[in-house]
């Protein structure tokens, strides 16, 4: 009985053992900053392709399981119905990607085709007719061109980018040039677009960090607002205030290139609505407009395709996505660059820092500093990014501040630098010099400084 006990004893060692050593390796290989730990910081450092895939520090343990799912989920490919994989069948029948990572790769920015291409891997066309100060579809193509469908079905159309150039000067007499897009339509599978429809690239946007933008207090960002620009400073800045359709309550906006969706669940159920093809409980038919006749006949991969279970965790991966470290904190050159950029107007709009509020699905995310920087208000950003669309109570020339964390990491994330809802900057500093409207002193103040200066400024951004 003794030798019996002892060894009973002694695998029971060996197994706690081996459990530690699995979940220091589970750990490690999903978050590289431990993230089983309640560490008080939010952001992840990291500087390699999978900068943009932690999850936040302090998740707990039963969450990391639910985080795993989402990702999984997340990265999957969708099939047409009818599928052996019931559960991931119901694409299209008209779609422009088969996943999620299909436009937001590595949970990243997407950029557009290469000019004259029609390789739209991580960008969509918008589309909308103007009427009595409303967006309504497109009669034949609806309010998003799909370039993809399933077996049988017609795809929508093709579309190609080509530029045109356009030269900026600075100050001290250097030049740059950029570049502004066009755009044409063909293999249009029902006829030409009508002829008031306006169109706008969009391009992916990275997914990290929106459970803290999501748990930022309305009050917080009102605070922030001018629309009658009373203090006369230039930026009349708004809410885009808006109905959710979770909660069926007004609510600002903080998620799209135009803040037109104010909670996480309803952002996530609109993009694989509009960019799979796939029903959910919050848009219940298929994506077909009338003339499709083919679209409309084809069977469902269920009702809804994408279950309750999927797009809770798909949210709770989406929500505990962490925002990036910033680096290079110390560097002198990135403090004079923090110094400019406040100093020339830039965080008049790109506001640093917030404290969240409580977050009811995750206290995890409550109670957070975050440097975002970003006042997701909408503004004028003048006729230059005019793209002739209205959606909601935003204007064609009206955008949300997009949040800068993490963007000097796109580069190594998604091996490439485009920015700007088209990705027409080829850069950041062309990002910059597209600023017109209520962003028009600032990028004039950034014409007017000298190259040393310029270059501050963009390691600054860099080491966001």
């Known amino acids: 009985m003794e030798r019996n006990n002892s060894g009973i004893i002694f695998n029971i060692n060996i197994a706690s053992y081996l459990l530690i050593i699995f979940f ?87 950029s557009p085709p290469p000019e004259g291409t029609d390789k739209f891997r991580s960008m969509v066309i918008k589309l909308g007719i103007i009427d009595n100060n409303a967006l309504k579809p497109d009669p034949k193509y609806g309010f998003q061109l799909n370039d993809k469908s399933i077996l049988g079905v017609p795809y929508e159309g093709k579309a190609k980018i080509h530029y045109d150039s356009k030269t900026i000067a600075f100050k001290d007499g250097s030049i740059i040039k950029l570049a502004k897009p066009k755009y044409s339509f063909f293999s249009l599978s029902f006829g030409k677009l009508n002829k008031n429809t306006k169109f706008s690239g969009r391009v992916a946007p990275a997914v990290f960090g929106l459970g803290l933008i999501e748990a930022i207090k309305e009050q917080d960002l009102l605070q922030n607002a001018d629309p009658e620009d009373k203090n006369q400073d230039g930026i009349s800045g708004r809410a885009h205030k808006i109905i959710d359709i979770v909660t069926n309550t007004e609510k600002i906006g903080k998620f799209g290139w135009k803040a037109t969706r ?41 009702t809804p395709e994408i279950s309750k279970k999927q797009m809770e965790r798909l949210l709770i991966y989406m929500q505990t996505l962490a ?36 977050h009811k699905g995750h206290p995890e995310l409550s109670n957070k500093i975050i440097k975002p920087y970003s006042d997701f208000l909408l503004h004028d950003m003048g006729p230059e990014l005019d793209d002739g669309l209205i959606e909601g109570a935003a204007l064609s020339s009206e955008w949300k501040t997009p949040p800068l ?58 080491s966001l």
Not at 344 to 357: A, D, E, L, Q, R
Not at 413 to 434: C, K, M, Q
């Open 262 to 302: 104010a909670s996480l669940l309803h952002h996530i159920s609109g993009a694989a609505f509009q960019d799979m093809g796939l029903t959910s409980s919050f848009f219940t038919k298929q994506n077909c407009m009338e003339i499709q006749i083919k679209c409309k006949e084809q069977i469902n991969g269920g």
């Open 405 to 462: 964390w993490g963007i000097g990491l796109i580069k190594v994330v998604n091996r490439h630098t485009r920015f700007l809802h088209d990705g027409r900057a080829r850069s950041i500093e062309e990002a910059i010099l597209w600023h017109g409207g209520e962003a028009k002193a600032s990028r004039n103040n950034y014409l007017k400084l000298k190259q040393n200066e310029r270059n501050y400024i963009l390691k600054f951004l860099n």
């Open 24 to 110: 220091t390796f589970i750990s490690s290989a999903l978050s590289e900053e431990s993230s089983f730990t309640m560490d008080k910081e939010i952001s992840v450092k990291r500087e390699t392709r999978e900068a943009f895939s932690a999850p936040i520090p302090n998740l707990s343990l039963s969450k990391m399981r639910f985080f795993t799912g989402g990702r999984h989920l997340f990265r999957r490919s969708w099939t047409p119905a009818p599928s052996s994989v019931k559960s991931l069948d119901g694409l299209g029948p008209v779609f422009n990607r088969v996943s999620c990572s299909g436009c937001h790769v590595k949970d990243g920015r997407g």
């Open 323 to 358: 925002p990036p470290k910033q680096r290079g904190l110390k560097n002198d050159a990135i403090i004079k660059g923090n110094n400019l950029f406040l100093k020339i107007g830039c965080s008049n709009c790109h506001t640093p820092v917030y404290k969240t509020g409580e």
